[in-house]
């Protein structure tokens, strides 16, 4: 009994320290009010226009790629608390591209290292004393911190639907703020960092800030051959969907015993946020090498409110087809 009591006073010793670490040290929390991943898309108002057009220049498509007021820090106390309200005032703040790395603008140094953690190894943490080699043994440099901002304004047409931020990459972790009205966190840094922002926008004038830190516990995972550097390095970019929308797929490929006869699943995910129950039809088309197209059956779906319906259809045979390989890269385009 001593033993237990023991052991429970040291468990309640304990739990009100690991409940104060902050989300980028909390092996818990890696993505707050985050979309879920899916596959890659964009709307289109025709076929012919996704045809004719790269992925990004669709009109429901904006890129907020450019300069971005930026502050760096060496260390998260020092960070600009509140510089994420719209009336903040960043006048003496410089600016950085995005997409790029902070190290590559004069704000720290890029980082090489393989196999041995550049902080102090006590996961989940990152701001314990490291040996004193390391770039970031001096305390003032033991996480970095980069902020930006930047303004945009929605295009014409844009109302009544939604309109989500898709982050391409962040290295390590970050919050997101839009118009002072905090948004979001995303850990992960290899992969888009999605959120839907509809109701935080406004008409006119709109702020983005977003709080990036360069180490966090996911920094554990993502240790690997490499130079380490950090900021917002890949493309930024706003996408607007209508209430009925495509909200994911999935497309599997795959060949029968005799390796010239093709097989196709497709998976329509579709999405009604609007008020009343509707129904959509999905349908995909293959464009073959040669030109020649070929059509699963359309996906009928009935959506609730507010809610999402998934539907499996497919093409079981595909006479003579052009498998992909190294040496006759084949491919099919689709369109859903």
Known sequence: MKNLKNHLLALALTLPVHGQAPDWENPAVFRINKEAPRSTTMPFPTKDAAGSKSRLESP????????????????PSGRP?????????????KEIPVPSNWQMHGYGIPHYTNITY?????????????????????????????SYRHRFTLPEGWENRRTRI??????????LWINGRKVGYSEDSRTPAEFDITPYLQAGENLVAAEVYQYSDASYLEDQDMFRMSGIFRDVYLWSADSVDLEDFWIRAGLEDDYKTGTLSFTAKVANRGPAETTAVATLTLTAPDGTTISAPPATLSIPAGG??????????????????AEIPDLYTYHI
């Open 118 to 146: 550049p902080f102090a190894k006590n996961p989940p943490f990152v701001m314990g004393e490291p040996p004193q080699q390391f770039t970031n043994f001096p305390e003032a440099n033991r996480n970095q911190v980069g």
């Open 60 to 75: 429901w498509c904006m890129l907020l790629n450019g300069n971005w007021k930026f502050h760096h820090t060496g260390n």
């Open 166 to 175: 898709v982050f391409g990459a962040v290295d390590s972790a970050f919050y």
């Open 308 to 325: 999402m319906t998934e539907q499996v259809v497919g093409i079981p045979s595909i006479p003579g087809v052009k498998a992909w390989s």
């Open 81 to 93: 608390v509140g510089f994420e309200a719209p009336d903040f005032d960043d006048a003496a703040w």
